[in-house]
Protein backbone atom coordinates (compact mmCIF):
# COMPACT_ATOMS: atom_id res chain seq x y z
CA UNK A 1 0.00 0.00 0.00
CA UNK A 2 1.21 3.33 -0.84
CA UNK A 3 -0.13 6.95 0.69
CA UNK A 4 0.73 9.76 -1.97
CA UNK A 5 -0.48 12.60 -0.05
CA UNK A 6 1.25 15.32 -2.96
CA UNK A 7 -1.70 17.48 -4.64
CA UNK A 8 -1.87 19.48 -7.18
CA UNK A 9 -4.02 22.58 -6.25
CA UNK A 10 -5.90 25.70 -8.75
CA UNK A 11 -6.46 28.75 -7.54
CA UNK A 12 -9.63 28.69 -5.87
CA UNK A 13 -11.00 31.97 -5.40
CA UNK A 14 -13.04 30.93 -2.62
CA UNK A 15 -10.51 30.76 -0.05
CA UNK A 16 -8.44 33.41 -1.12
CA UNK A 17 -11.28 35.50 0.59
CA UNK A 18 -10.06 35.31 4.05
CA UNK A 19 -12.33 34.51 6.97
CA UNK A 20 -15.60 33.79 5.74
CA UNK A 21 -19.34 34.45 6.18
CA UNK A 22 -23.07 33.19 6.26
CA UNK A 23 -24.72 33.86 3.20
CA UNK A 24 -27.79 35.69 4.19
CA UNK A 25 -30.23 38.17 1.32
CA UNK A 26 -27.88 37.63 -1.39
CA UNK A 27 -24.26 38.62 0.24
CA UNK A 28 -22.06 37.08 2.56
CA UNK A 29 -22.22 38.34 6.14
CA UNK A 30 -20.38 37.78 9.06
CA UNK A 31 -21.21 35.78 11.70
CA UNK A 32 -23.34 37.88 14.89
CA UNK A 33 -20.88 36.69 17.54
CA UNK A 34 -18.09 36.55 15.02
CA UNK A 35 -16.91 33.08 15.70
CA UNK A 36 -14.79 31.11 13.22
CA UNK A 37 -14.06 27.13 12.59
CA UNK A 38 -10.87 25.85 10.90
CA UNK A 39 -11.81 23.79 7.50
CA UNK A 40 -9.40 21.02 7.33
CA UNK A 41 -8.13 19.34 4.92
CA UNK A 42 -7.99 15.95 5.94
CA UNK A 43 -5.21 14.54 3.70
CA UNK A 44 -2.76 16.86 5.02
CA UNK A 45 -4.29 18.20 8.53
CA UNK A 46 -3.61 21.63 6.95
CA UNK A 47 -6.18 24.32 8.13
CA UNK A 48 -7.64 25.65 4.23
CA UNK A 49 -10.43 28.23 4.87
CA UNK A 50 -12.08 30.05 8.32
CA UNK A 51 -15.73 29.31 8.36
CA UNK A 52 -18.42 31.40 10.26
CA UNK A 53 -19.35 29.36 13.17
CA UNK A 54 -22.85 30.54 13.57
CA UNK A 55 -25.26 30.73 16.38
CA UNK A 56 -28.89 31.38 17.19
CA UNK A 57 -28.84 34.70 16.17
CA UNK A 58 -27.26 33.91 12.88
CA UNK A 59 -30.16 31.18 12.37
CA UNK A 60 -32.67 34.17 13.28
CA UNK A 61 -31.15 36.31 10.41
CA UNK A 62 -31.19 33.73 7.78
CA UNK A 63 -34.94 32.71 8.49
CA UNK A 64 -35.73 36.00 8.55
CA UNK A 65 -34.15 36.59 5.09
CA UNK A 66 -35.92 33.53 3.23
CA UNK A 67 -39.17 34.69 5.10
CA UNK A 68 -39.38 37.67 3.56
CA UNK A 69 -38.04 36.22 0.32
CA UNK A 70 -41.19 33.80 0.52
CA UNK A 71 -43.76 36.69 1.19
CA UNK A 72 -42.20 39.01 -1.31
CA UNK A 73 -44.49 40.53 -4.83
CA UNK A 74 -41.54 39.36 -6.62
CA UNK A 75 -41.21 35.21 -5.29
CA UNK A 76 -45.26 35.16 -5.37
CA UNK A 77 -45.51 36.49 -9.02
CA UNK A 78 -42.73 33.63 -10.10
CA UNK A 79 -44.13 31.21 -12.54
CA UNK A 80 -43.28 27.88 -12.59
CA UNK A 81 -41.72 28.48 -15.74
CA UNK A 82 -39.75 31.11 -14.32
CA UNK A 83 -38.27 28.60 -11.11
CA UNK A 84 -38.20 26.01 -14.24
CA UNK A 85 -35.82 28.33 -16.05
CA UNK A 86 -33.73 29.87 -12.71
CA UNK A 87 -33.12 25.73 -11.64
CA UNK A 88 -31.98 24.87 -15.39
CA UNK A 89 -29.68 27.63 -15.52
CA UNK A 90 -28.02 26.56 -11.94
CA UNK A 91 -27.78 23.05 -13.07
CA UNK A 92 -25.38 24.48 -16.41
CA UNK A 93 -23.66 26.82 -13.40
CA UNK A 94 -22.92 23.84 -11.50
CA UNK A 95 -21.38 22.22 -14.37
CA UNK A 96 -19.59 24.65 -15.57
CA UNK A 97 -17.70 25.45 -12.06
CA UNK A 98 -17.14 22.27 -11.50
CA UNK A 99 -13.29 22.52 -11.44
CA UNK A 100 -13.87 24.42 -8.56
CA UNK A 101 -16.87 22.57 -6.81
CA UNK A 102 -14.78 19.35 -7.09
CA UNK A 103 -11.40 20.73 -5.79
CA UNK A 104 -13.08 22.00 -3.31
CA UNK A 105 -15.02 18.94 -2.37
CA UNK A 106 -11.51 17.03 -2.38
CA UNK A 107 -10.31 19.35 -0.35
CA UNK A 108 -12.36 19.65 2.57
CA UNK A 109 -14.04 16.70 2.41
CA UNK A 110 -10.98 14.15 1.59
CA UNK A 111 -13.02 12.95 -1.34
CA UNK A 112 -11.39 11.53 -4.86
CA UNK A 113 -11.59 14.32 -7.46
CA UNK A 114 -13.09 11.81 -9.56
CA UNK A 115 -15.82 10.79 -7.07
CA UNK A 116 -16.54 14.22 -6.20
CA UNK A 117 -17.11 15.44 -10.15
CA UNK A 118 -19.11 12.54 -10.85
CA UNK A 119 -21.04 12.70 -7.83
CA UNK A 120 -21.35 16.01 -5.98
CA UNK A 121 -21.02 17.87 -9.64
CA UNK A 122 -22.07 16.04 -12.35
CA UNK A 123 -25.11 13.73 -10.93
CA UNK A 124 -25.86 16.70 -8.91
CA UNK A 125 -26.36 19.00 -11.70
CA UNK A 126 -28.28 16.37 -13.19
CA UNK A 127 -30.35 16.26 -10.38
CA UNK A 128 -30.97 20.04 -10.77
CA UNK A 129 -32.20 19.71 -14.35
CA UNK A 130 -34.85 16.89 -13.37
CA UNK A 131 -36.11 18.81 -10.32
CA UNK A 132 -36.46 21.92 -12.75
CA UNK A 133 -38.61 19.80 -14.56
CA UNK A 134 -40.82 18.96 -12.16
CA UNK A 135 -41.51 22.91 -11.20
CA UNK A 136 -44.43 23.06 -14.03
CA UNK A 137 -45.48 19.61 -13.18
CA UNK A 138 -47.00 19.76 -9.33
CA UNK A 139 -50.86 20.18 -9.98
CA UNK A 140 -53.97 19.42 -7.53
CA UNK A 141 -57.04 17.71 -8.71
CA UNK A 142 -60.73 18.08 -9.48
CA UNK A 143 -62.64 16.15 -7.09
CA UNK A 144 -66.23 14.83 -7.74
CA UNK A 145 -68.26 15.56 -4.82
CA UNK A 146 -71.30 14.02 -2.85
CA UNK A 147 -71.91 17.03 -0.47
CA UNK A 148 -75.62 16.25 0.23
CA UNK A 149 -76.44 20.36 0.74
CA UNK A 150 -79.26 21.03 -1.75
CA UNK A 151 -80.10 24.19 -3.91
CA UNK A 152 -76.09 24.52 -3.99
CA UNK A 153 -74.16 23.68 -6.63
CA UNK A 154 -70.41 22.93 -5.16
CA UNK A 155 -67.15 22.92 -7.38
CA UNK A 156 -64.17 21.11 -5.08
CA UNK A 157 -60.36 20.92 -6.14
CA UNK A 158 -57.20 21.22 -4.27
CA UNK A 159 -54.19 23.03 -4.75
CA UNK A 160 -49.91 22.10 -4.40
CA UNK A 161 -48.85 25.00 -2.82
CA UNK A 162 -45.28 25.75 -0.96
CA UNK A 163 -44.92 24.58 2.46
CA UNK A 164 -43.23 27.82 3.14
CA UNK A 165 -39.34 28.86 4.63
CA UNK A 166 -37.48 25.11 4.74
CA UNK A 167 -34.50 24.62 7.08
CA UNK A 168 -32.62 21.73 4.88
CA UNK A 169 -29.48 20.48 7.03
CA UNK A 170 -27.15 18.01 5.70
CA UNK A 171 -23.93 15.78 6.55
CA UNK A 172 -20.39 16.07 5.40
CA UNK A 173 -20.26 13.04 3.24
CA UNK A 174 -21.34 14.44 -0.15
CA UNK A 175 -22.32 18.10 1.43
CA UNK A 176 -22.50 19.69 -2.20
CA UNK A 177 -25.17 16.81 -4.21
CA UNK A 178 -26.96 16.00 -0.80
CA UNK A 179 -27.84 20.00 -0.58
CA UNK A 180 -29.14 20.07 -3.95
CA UNK A 181 -31.31 17.16 -2.74
CA UNK A 182 -32.88 19.30 -0.80
CA UNK A 183 -32.65 22.95 -2.55
CA UNK A 184 -33.79 21.78 -5.75
CA UNK A 185 -36.80 20.16 -5.05
CA UNK A 186 -37.43 23.06 -2.51
CA UNK A 187 -37.06 25.76 -5.36
CA UNK A 188 -38.87 23.86 -7.65
CA UNK A 189 -41.99 23.53 -5.38
CA UNK A 190 -42.05 27.55 -4.87
CA UNK A 191 -40.03 27.44 -1.10
CA UNK A 192 -37.12 29.50 -0.27
CA UNK A 193 -34.62 27.46 2.07
CA UNK A 194 -32.19 28.14 4.68
CA UNK A 195 -29.02 25.57 3.77
CA UNK A 196 -26.40 24.42 6.98
CA UNK A 197 -23.97 22.45 5.66
CA UNK A 198 -21.83 20.33 8.06
CA UNK A 199 -19.30 22.18 9.88
CA UNK A 200 -16.24 20.05 8.10
CA UNK A 201 -17.22 21.00 4.95
CA UNK A 202 -19.03 24.16 4.58
CA UNK A 203 -17.17 25.79 1.00
CA UNK A 204 -19.14 23.97 -1.83
CA UNK A 205 -22.81 25.41 -0.38
CA UNK A 206 -21.25 28.85 -0.09
CA UNK A 207 -20.27 28.71 -3.67
CA UNK A 208 -23.55 26.90 -4.53
CA UNK A 209 -25.38 30.19 -3.31
CA UNK A 210 -23.35 32.71 -4.72
CA UNK A 211 -24.14 30.75 -8.44
CA UNK A 212 -28.50 30.29 -7.15
CA UNK A 213 -27.75 34.55 -7.82
CA UNK A 214 -26.34 34.03 -10.88
CA UNK A 215 -28.85 31.64 -12.41
CA UNK A 216 -31.48 34.31 -11.59
CA UNK A 217 -32.61 33.18 -7.98
CA UNK A 218 -33.50 36.20 -5.79
CA UNK A 219 -31.57 37.68 -2.96
CA UNK A 220 -33.39 35.35 0.10
CA UNK A 221 -34.46 32.19 -1.49
CA UNK A 222 -31.18 30.47 -0.68
CA UNK A 223 -29.75 31.44 2.51
CA UNK A 224 -26.44 29.30 3.50
CA UNK A 225 -25.52 29.40 7.80
CA UNK A 226 -22.46 27.39 8.76
CA UNK A 227 -21.61 26.02 12.26
CA UNK A 228 -22.68 23.05 14.02
CA UNK A 229 -25.23 21.74 16.43
CA UNK A 230 -26.12 25.45 17.50
CA UNK A 231 -26.96 26.76 14.47
CA UNK A 232 -28.31 23.69 13.18
CA UNK A 233 -30.96 23.31 16.37
CA UNK A 234 -31.76 26.91 16.56
CA UNK A 235 -33.26 26.43 12.79
CA UNK A 236 -35.07 23.06 13.62
CA UNK A 237 -36.82 25.12 16.73
CA UNK A 238 -37.44 28.00 14.54
CA UNK A 239 -41.42 28.93 14.31
CA UNK A 240 -40.90 30.31 11.01
CA UNK A 241 -39.39 26.92 9.52
CA UNK A 242 -42.04 24.92 8.08
CA UNK A 243 -40.40 21.96 6.76
CA UNK A 244 -36.73 20.52 8.26
CA UNK A 245 -35.19 18.31 5.62
CA UNK A 246 -32.50 16.70 7.45
CA UNK A 247 -29.73 14.07 6.60
CA UNK A 248 -27.56 12.75 9.55
CA UNK A 249 -27.17 10.67 11.90
CA UNK A 250 -30.53 8.75 14.36
CA UNK A 251 -29.18 10.73 17.18
CA UNK A 252 -29.66 13.79 15.74
CA UNK A 253 -32.73 13.07 13.44
CA UNK A 254 -34.67 12.26 16.22
CA UNK A 255 -33.54 15.35 17.84
CA UNK A 256 -34.12 17.06 15.07
CA UNK A 257 -37.74 15.18 14.50
CA UNK A 258 -38.44 15.98 17.97
CA UNK A 259 -38.01 19.93 17.30
CA UNK A 260 -40.29 19.70 14.31
CA UNK A 261 -43.52 17.72 16.08
CA UNK A 262 -42.81 20.54 18.89
CA UNK A 263 -44.13 22.84 16.58
CA UNK A 264 -46.10 20.82 14.40
CA UNK A 265 -43.84 21.47 11.06
CA UNK A 266 -43.78 18.87 8.16
CA UNK A 267 -39.91 16.76 8.31
CA UNK A 268 -37.89 14.33 6.39
CA UNK A 269 -35.29 12.24 7.90
CA UNK A 270 -32.77 10.42 5.50
CA UNK A 271 -30.23 8.43 7.92
CA UNK A 272 -28.13 5.73 8.43
CA UNK A 273 -28.12 2.12 7.91
CA UNK A 274 -25.80 -0.83 8.13
CA UNK A 275 -26.81 -2.29 4.39
CA UNK A 276 -26.32 -6.03 3.76
CA UNK A 277 -25.14 -7.07 0.09
CA UNK A 278 -26.83 -10.77 0.33
CA UNK A 279 -24.56 -12.80 -2.07
CA UNK A 280 -26.03 -16.59 -2.92
CA UNK A 281 -24.83 -20.01 -3.74
CA UNK A 282 -25.50 -19.00 -7.55
CA UNK A 283 -24.30 -15.35 -7.67
CA UNK A 284 -21.48 -14.59 -10.54
CA UNK A 285 -18.58 -14.57 -7.92
CA UNK A 286 -16.45 -11.82 -10.19
CA UNK A 287 -19.43 -9.62 -10.41
CA UNK A 288 -20.28 -9.88 -6.77
CA UNK A 289 -16.83 -9.28 -5.58
CA UNK A 290 -16.46 -6.32 -7.88
CA UNK A 291 -19.72 -4.45 -6.78
CA UNK A 292 -19.70 -5.13 -3.05
CA UNK A 293 -15.86 -3.84 -2.80
CA UNK A 294 -17.49 -0.59 -4.50
CA UNK A 295 -20.60 -0.66 -2.59
CA UNK A 296 -18.61 -0.57 0.41
CA UNK A 297 -14.77 0.91 0.01
CA UNK A 298 -16.81 4.54 -2.72
CA UNK A 299 -15.11 7.26 -0.39
CA UNK A 300 -13.75 5.03 2.22
CA UNK A 301 -16.99 3.64 3.16
CA UNK A 302 -17.99 7.06 4.45
CA UNK A 303 -21.71 6.77 2.13
CA UNK A 304 -25.04 5.98 3.99
CA UNK A 305 -26.12 3.01 2.04
CA UNK A 306 -22.77 1.47 2.33
CA UNK A 307 -22.82 -2.29 1.56
CA UNK A 308 -21.17 -2.95 4.81
CA UNK A 309 -22.59 -5.99 6.08
CA UNK A 310 -22.12 -8.93 3.67
CA UNK A 311 -24.30 -12.21 3.96
CA UNK A 312 -22.75 -14.87 2.22
CA UNK A 313 -23.83 -18.15 1.29
CA UNK A 314 -21.43 -20.42 3.33
CA UNK A 315 -20.46 -22.67 0.33
CA UNK A 316 -18.73 -19.98 -1.33
CA UNK A 317 -17.79 -17.28 1.37
CA UNK A 318 -13.59 -18.35 1.02
CA UNK A 319 -13.99 -17.73 -2.57
CA UNK A 320 -15.76 -14.48 -2.13
CA UNK A 321 -13.56 -13.34 0.45
CA UNK A 322 -10.22 -14.45 -1.02
CA UNK A 323 -11.40 -12.11 -3.90
CA UNK A 324 -12.36 -9.31 -1.67
CA UNK A 325 -9.33 -8.97 0.22
CA UNK A 326 -6.81 -8.76 -2.46
CA UNK A 327 -9.07 -6.13 -4.20
CA UNK A 328 -9.13 -4.52 -0.82
CA UNK A 329 -4.99 -4.66 -0.29
CA UNK A 330 -4.68 -3.54 -3.97
CA UNK A 331 -6.75 -0.01 -3.79
CA UNK A 332 -3.95 2.88 -4.39
CA UNK A 333 -4.35 5.34 -1.26
CA UNK A 334 -3.67 8.40 -1.39
CA UNK A 335 -4.70 12.04 -1.57
CA UNK A 336 -7.56 12.83 -3.67
CA UNK A 337 -5.81 15.12 -6.09
CA UNK A 338 -3.87 12.04 -7.47
CA UNK A 339 -5.61 10.95 -10.10
CA UNK A 340 -3.74 7.51 -9.68
CA UNK A 341 -5.37 7.26 -5.79
CA UNK A 342 -8.28 4.93 -5.42
CA UNK A 343 -8.95 5.32 -1.82
CA UNK A 344 -8.64 8.92 0.01
CA UNK A 345 -8.92 9.91 3.79
CA UNK A 346 -11.83 9.77 6.56
CA UNK A 347 -13.08 12.94 6.95
CA UNK A 348 -11.99 14.40 10.03
CA UNK A 349 -9.66 13.56 13.22
CA UNK A 350 -12.91 12.80 14.93
CA UNK A 351 -14.26 10.47 12.46
CA UNK A 352 -11.18 9.07 12.22
CA UNK A 353 -11.05 8.24 15.99
CA UNK A 354 -14.84 6.84 15.79
CA UNK A 355 -13.86 4.52 12.79
CA UNK A 356 -10.53 3.10 14.77
CA UNK A 357 -12.45 2.63 17.92
CA UNK A 358 -15.27 0.49 16.26
CA UNK A 359 -12.32 -1.40 14.67
CA UNK A 360 -10.82 -1.74 17.97
CA UNK A 361 -14.47 -3.09 19.75
CA UNK A 362 -14.51 -5.24 16.69
CA UNK A 363 -11.25 -6.94 17.48
CA UNK A 364 -12.20 -7.19 21.34
CA UNK A 365 -15.02 -8.56 20.56
CA UNK A 366 -13.35 -11.81 18.82
CA UNK A 367 -14.60 -10.44 14.96
CA UNK A 368 -11.77 -11.58 13.08
CA UNK A 369 -9.89 -9.62 11.14
CA UNK A 370 -9.06 -10.88 6.84
CA UNK A 371 -7.00 -7.59 5.70
CA UNK A 372 -6.73 -3.86 7.28
CA UNK A 373 -7.55 -2.00 10.06
CA UNK A 374 -4.84 0.24 10.67
CA UNK A 375 -3.93 3.53 10.12
CA UNK A 376 -1.86 4.43 6.62
CA UNK A 377 0.51 7.04 6.71
CA UNK A 378 1.61 9.87 9.32
CA UNK A 379 -0.02 12.64 8.29
CA UNK A 380 -3.89 12.35 7.30
CA UNK A 381 -6.73 10.42 8.21
CA UNK A 382 -5.94 7.58 6.21
CA UNK A 383 -7.18 3.81 7.36
CA UNK A 384 -6.31 0.96 5.37
CA UNK A 385 -9.39 -0.83 3.91
CA UNK A 386 -10.49 -3.53 6.51
CA UNK A 387 -12.32 -6.68 6.47
CA UNK A 388 -13.82 -8.52 9.25
CA UNK A 389 -15.27 -11.66 9.38
CA UNK A 390 -17.88 -12.74 12.11
CA UNK A 391 -20.10 -15.98 11.71
CA UNK A 392 -21.98 -14.77 14.78
CA UNK A 393 -23.07 -11.38 13.22
CA UNK A 394 -23.15 -10.84 16.88
CA UNK A 395 -20.41 -8.37 17.21
CA UNK A 396 -20.86 -4.43 17.15
CA UNK A 397 -18.64 -4.32 14.02
CA UNK A 398 -21.03 -7.05 12.19
CA UNK A 399 -24.27 -4.99 13.43
CA UNK A 400 -24.05 -1.18 13.84
CA UNK A 401 -22.97 1.60 11.38
CA UNK A 402 -19.31 2.37 11.34
CA UNK A 403 -19.41 5.11 8.34
CA UNK A 404 -15.93 4.22 7.06
CA UNK A 405 -14.16 1.42 5.04
CA UNK A 406 -15.17 -1.55 7.43
CA UNK A 407 -16.79 -4.49 6.05
CA UNK A 408 -17.85 -7.58 7.74
CA UNK A 409 -18.63 -11.03 6.47
CA UNK A 410 -20.83 -13.46 7.89
CA UNK A 411 -21.94 -16.58 6.38
CA UNK A 412 -25.83 -17.96 6.46
CA UNK A 413 -27.13 -21.60 5.29
CA UNK A 414 -30.10 -20.66 3.74
CA UNK A 415 -32.06 -18.12 2.32
CA UNK A 416 -34.31 -17.74 5.41
CA UNK A 417 -31.41 -16.98 8.06
CA UNK A 418 -29.86 -14.65 5.34
CA UNK A 419 -33.01 -12.57 5.39
CA UNK A 420 -33.30 -12.59 9.11
CA UNK A 421 -29.78 -11.06 9.25
CA UNK A 422 -30.57 -8.69 6.90
CA UNK A 423 -33.49 -7.55 8.06
CA UNK A 424 -31.54 -6.92 11.70
CA UNK A 425 -30.38 -3.80 10.65
CA UNK A 426 -32.27 -0.26 11.01
CA UNK A 427 -33.56 -0.69 7.05
CA UNK A 428 -32.22 1.94 4.68
CA UNK A 429 -30.98 -0.56 1.61
CA UNK A 430 -29.98 -4.34 0.47
CA UNK A 431 -28.34 -5.48 -2.23
CA UNK A 432 -28.70 -9.22 -3.29
CA UNK A 433 -26.31 -11.28 -5.25
CA UNK A 434 -27.93 -14.20 -7.80
CA UNK A 435 -28.20 -15.40 -11.28
CA UNK A 436 -31.71 -16.58 -10.51
CA UNK A 437 -34.22 -13.94 -10.78
CA UNK A 438 -36.89 -15.37 -9.45
CA UNK A 439 -35.22 -16.07 -6.23
CA UNK A 440 -34.46 -12.62 -6.44
CA UNK A 441 -38.05 -11.27 -6.80
CA UNK A 442 -39.22 -13.88 -3.96
CA UNK A 443 -36.61 -12.07 -1.60
CA UNK A 444 -37.23 -8.28 -2.48
CA UNK A 445 -40.51 -8.38 -0.48
CA UNK A 446 -38.89 -9.79 1.91
CA UNK A 447 -36.77 -7.53 3.25
CA UNK A 448 -37.28 -4.25 4.82
CA UNK A 449 -35.31 -1.40 2.81
CA UNK A 450 -36.24 2.05 1.37
CA UNK A 451 -34.32 0.35 -1.70
CA UNK A 452 -33.28 -2.83 -3.08
CA UNK A 453 -30.66 -3.38 -5.78
CA UNK A 454 -30.14 -6.83 -7.48
CA UNK A 455 -26.74 -7.46 -8.75
CA UNK A 456 -25.44 -4.26 -8.33
CA UNK A 457 -25.24 -1.75 -5.22
CA UNK A 458 -25.67 1.89 -4.74
CA UNK A 459 -27.11 3.02 -7.90
CA UNK A 460 -29.59 5.92 -7.89
CA UNK A 461 -31.71 7.45 -10.67
CA UNK A 462 -33.26 10.61 -9.87
CA UNK A 463 -36.63 10.01 -10.77
CA UNK A 464 -36.16 6.70 -8.25
CA UNK A 465 -37.45 7.71 -4.45
CA UNK A 466 -34.32 6.72 -2.50
CA UNK A 467 -34.31 6.39 1.14
CA UNK A 468 -34.90 4.49 4.32
CA UNK A 469 -37.78 2.57 6.74
CA UNK A 470 -37.89 2.16 9.84
CA UNK A 471 -34.20 3.44 12.15
CA UNK A 472 -33.78 4.73 8.42
CA UNK A 473 -35.64 7.50 8.52
CA UNK A 474 -38.90 9.09 7.62
CA UNK A 475 -39.93 10.49 3.59
CA UNK A 476 -38.45 10.36 0.85
CA UNK A 477 -36.06 12.03 -1.93
CA UNK A 478 -35.50 12.51 -5.50
CA UNK A 479 -38.38 11.41 -8.06
CA UNK A 480 -41.96 12.93 -7.40
CA UNK A 481 -42.16 12.25 -3.69
CA UNK A 482 -39.59 14.36 -3.17
CA UNK A 483 -41.03 17.33 -4.83
CA UNK A 484 -43.97 16.77 -3.45
CA UNK A 485 -42.90 17.04 -0.01
CA UNK A 486 -41.95 20.64 -0.07
CA UNK A 487 -45.92 21.14 -0.53
CA UNK A 488 -49.28 21.47 1.34
CA UNK A 489 -52.74 20.53 -0.40
CA UNK A 490 -55.20 22.80 -0.14
CA UNK A 491 -58.60 21.66 -0.72
CA UNK A 492 -61.17 24.26 -2.30
CA UNK A 493 -64.88 24.16 -1.95
CA UNK A 494 -66.62 26.34 -3.86
CA UNK A 495 -70.32 26.72 -3.74
CA UNK A 496 -71.55 28.08 -7.40
P1 LIG B 1 -24.63 14.37 12.16
O1 LIG B 1 -25.99 13.96 12.59
O2 LIG B 1 -23.56 14.49 13.16
O3 LIG B 1 -24.70 15.82 11.43
C1 LIG B 1 -25.57 16.06 10.36
C2 LIG B 1 -25.89 17.54 10.34
O4 LIG B 1 -26.65 17.87 11.50
C3 LIG B 1 -24.65 18.44 10.37
O5 LIG B 1 -24.89 19.55 9.54
C4 LIG B 1 -24.59 18.87 11.83
O6 LIG B 1 -23.94 20.09 12.04
C5 LIG B 1 -26.06 18.99 12.16
N1 LIG B 1 -26.37 18.90 13.59
C6 LIG B 1 -25.62 18.37 14.59
N2 LIG B 1 -26.30 18.45 15.76
C7 LIG B 1 -27.48 19.05 15.48
C8 LIG B 1 -28.62 19.40 16.28
N3 LIG B 1 -28.67 19.16 17.60
N4 LIG B 1 -29.69 19.98 15.67
C9 LIG B 1 -29.67 20.21 14.33
N5 LIG B 1 -28.61 19.91 13.54
C10 LIG B 1 -27.54 19.33 14.11
O7 LIG B 1 -24.23 13.39 10.98
P2 LIG B 1 -22.84 13.35 10.16
O8 LIG B 1 -21.79 12.76 11.02
O9 LIG B 1 -22.59 14.69 9.54
O10 LIG B 1 -23.22 12.34 8.96
C11 LIG B 1 -23.11 10.97 9.08
C12 LIG B 1 -24.47 10.33 9.22
O11 LIG B 1 -25.33 10.74 8.15
C13 LIG B 1 -24.39 8.81 9.10
O12 LIG B 1 -25.22 8.22 10.08
C14 LIG B 1 -24.95 8.54 7.69
O13 LIG B 1 -25.49 7.26 7.53
C15 LIG B 1 -25.99 9.62 7.58
N6 LIG B 1 -26.32 9.88 6.15
C16 LIG B 1 -27.54 9.48 5.69
C17 LIG B 1 -27.87 9.68 4.34
C18 LIG B 1 -29.21 9.27 3.79
O14 LIG B 1 -29.58 9.72 2.70
N7 LIG B 1 -29.97 8.44 4.48
C19 LIG B 1 -26.94 10.28 3.48
C20 LIG B 1 -25.69 10.66 4.00
C21 LIG B 1 -25.40 10.46 5.35
Known sequence: MECTPTRKLERIPLLLRGSLGHFIDGAMRAPCAGRHRAVVDPAT???????????????????????????????????????????????????????????????????????????????????????AGWATKLEGQTIDNSIPLPGRKWVTYTR???IGVVAAIVPWNFPLAIALWKVAPALAAGC???????????????????????????????????????????????????????????????????????????????????????????????????????????????????SSRLLVHRSIRDRLLDRLVRAARALRIGSGFDPRTQFGPLVSARHFGRVMAAIERGRDEGASLATGGARCGEAGWFIEPTIFVDDSAATSIAREEVFGPVLTATAFDDVDEAIRLANDTPGLAASVWTTNFSAAHRIVPRLHAGIVWVNSHNVLDNALPFDGVRQSGVGREMGRASVESFTEIKSVCLAV
Open 45 to 131: ELTIAEAADGDAEDARAAVASARAAFESVAWKRTRPADRERMLCRLSELVLANGDELSALETLQGGKLRSVARRIDVESGAEFVRYM
Open 160 to 162: REP
Open 192 to 306: TIVLKPSEETPLTALRLAELAIEAGFPAGALNIVTGGAEVGAALAAHPDVRKISFTGSPETGKRVGHSAVDKLARFTLELGGKSPAIVLEDADLDEAAEGVCAGIFLHQGQVCTA
